[in-house]
């Protein structure tokens, strides 16, 4: 039997290294990654102000996997009824596939966001937003669009950066709605609008963005200059399943052995409650997949006639977490909390993520690193 994990990010590599200890030797695992290594996503704003940590936040795939092969390529569509993945070079036939892609920039076809604006997905993005950054004439004005999690980041690390080096910026973070981290629970809410005000970040919500010029920002309430225009106002699923992010059941199939896991789809779980696109969510789906695939894969073994039940999921958050600059703000249960110890928090989550998928040196690092910019 093979089975192909697609993408290698946190549901990716978490899935692949669950099958890797559990699956039948017999079983052939096969990794497709459009690079050679996993990037620790909820981390890359901080390389806007301190570019060695993307040294920390990448891990080697071939150091990541003992068992599975893995193929550099980027996975261009899959065709889960003939089950086969197109990759750009070529093709690759499985029994079982994990859709494993992730989720991109969505720019909504509104005119000139995607033209003028930078995204947060890559460490190349980071290295651009900080060199503009830097090079801002004074009293430059920083447009951040969207206030989710990965606009309140880096928004959070761009005042922090202008008050290392004494530079004179303002940052404005805009939402359509009427709270930043909208996804969030309401006391969340309050809190992270706080702690970005505390930190000389400029939050107006209720702003609907319609278009973007080179110069300025136009909403539907006025239009706005800026001297540079960052975008993190949604997501959009993976050009391997035509931009779109489909809705799978709670037993994450996209049909037949083919399953989505992550967000590249959209996920209603057990209780018929909707998934939010997160790490914490990606990590726990890929173990629900990796369950139904082990008894796949022992069930191809086997004689019995009757097929396993896939299993179904079920999200229980245990918390939020978001940095903002050398702050942050963590929930635990209906607790929200601020300062040093949220911020301790958000850095052990951080380097017990990387710890997990055998980056133990790099989670050391990434501690001592957090712990000498307190």
Known sequence: MRIAVLGAGYAGLTLARRLEKKLPESADLVVVNDRPDHLVQHELHRVVRRPALADEI??????????????????????????????????????????????????????????????????????????????????????????????????????????????????????????VAPSFPANFQEAVREELESRNVVVETGRTVERATDTTVECEQGRIDYDQFLWTGGIRGPDALSGERPVVPDTLQLGGNTFVVGDAGRVTDADGAAVPASAAAAVREAHSVAATIVELAE???????????????????????????DGAVAQVGPTVFRGRAAKALKTTVGAGYLSSVGAIENAADLVREELAGD
């Open 58 to 179: 990448t891990v080697a795939l071939d150091d990541a996997l003992d068992r599975a092969t893995v193929r550099v390529a980027r996975v261009t569509d899959v065709d889960h009824e003939q089950g086969v993945a197109e990759l750009d070079d070529g093709r690759l036939e499985y029994d079982v596939a994990a859709v494993c892609l992730g989720a991109e920039t969505a720019f909504h076809g509104l005119p000139g966001i995607e033209e003028y604006a930078t995204p947060l997905k890559r460490l190349p993005d980071a290295a651009r937003i900080r060199e503009e950054f830097l090079n801002l004439d004074a009293g430059g004005r920083v447009v951040v669009g969207g206030a989710g999690l990965s606009g309140v980041q880096v928004a959070g690390e761009l005042t922090a950066l202008a008050r290392e080096e004494s530079l004179d910026r303002e940052v404005l973070l805009l939402e359509r709605l009427d709270s």
């Open 299 to 325: 069930h191809d073994e086997g004689s019995d006639v009757f097929g396993p039940r896939p299993e179904r999921f079920r999200f229980d958050a245990p918390g939020w977490l978001v940095s903002i600059g």
